[in-house]
């Protein structure tokens, strides 16, 4: 069983609907979780962090955290074409001090005018 | 600011040949440094990390090989080319502070053929 699963998609949404992404992971250890997006042929680029259990709002996007069921969430709201692109979960535990993040394989997001 | 630069973008390559993937990062000191392969479809594997000049860690047993020669500086390399070495090739860095979230900051990426 792999630390972290991640649904790969890909997943197709009209422009302006709510895109829900997720992650289930196995390792209690992790305490910090973040979400990274990827364009094509770009390298990752942080979207936003969460410290262990609750939600995070930024703009369009609210990340949620349940640590009792080990899953972890991303929505986007009134979602547009921009945010077309490959989206990353990761995670790492607390003090590991080189910063060792575990991630899942990602899910492709389309999302058409 | 703080930039991160890899090079070349892209490479083609025949098996059998070495290779020599190189990263730079700027406007920073002491940053610790990673590679990184992500397959087509899959997520990024840690291949390498380095916390500092001369310190390598490895994750994954390979035909890989990385450097550390300067603080900023981070080479990945191989004498002999697999077919399986195909991929994107990720260096990032993050701060070197312990015990609090490091994050990570991603280059711009290598993408390898091997033929």
């Known amino acids: 069983q792999k630390e972290v699963e991640q649904d790969p998609g890909p997943l197709s949404v009209p422009e302006g609907a709510i895109v829900s992404l997720n992650c289930t992971y196995s390792?209690?250890?992790?305490?910090?979780f973040m979400w990274y997006r990827q364009y094509s042929r770009k390298g990752p680029e942080l979207l936003m962090y969460t410290y262990s259990s609750g939600n995070k709002e930024d703009g369009r996007f609210t990340a949620q955290v349940d640590k009792s069921s080990k899953y972890i969430s991303l929505f986007i709201r009134d979602s547009q074409p921009s945010d077309s692109a490959t989206y990353l979960c990761a995670m790492t535990s607390h003090g590991t001090s080189y910063g060792k993040l575990t991630f899942g394989q990602g899910t492709i997001l389309t999302v058409h005018p | 600011s703080q930039t991160i630069h890899q090079w070349p973008a892209t490479l083609v390559q025949p098996v059998g040949s070495p290779l020599s993937l190189e990263c730079t990062v700027e406007?920073?000191?002491?940053?610790?440094l990673y590679w990184y392969r992500q397959a087509a479809g899959r997520g990024l594997q840690l291949l390498f990390y380095?916390?500092?000049?001369?310190?390598i860690s490895s994750e994954v047993p390979q035909n890989l090989s990385a450097s550390r020669p300067q603080d900023r500086q981070f080479i990945l390399s191989s004498k002999k080319l697999l077919l399986s070495d195909s991929g994107f090739y990720l260096c990032a860095w993050s701060r070197s502070t312990s015990g609090r979230l490091n994050e990570q900051f991603f280059g711009p990426g290598t993408r390898l053929t091997v033929l």
């Open positions: 380095s916390v500092g000049i001369g310190q």
């Open positions: 406007g920073t000191s002491n940053p610790n």
């Open positions: 390792n209690s250890a992790f305490q910090y």
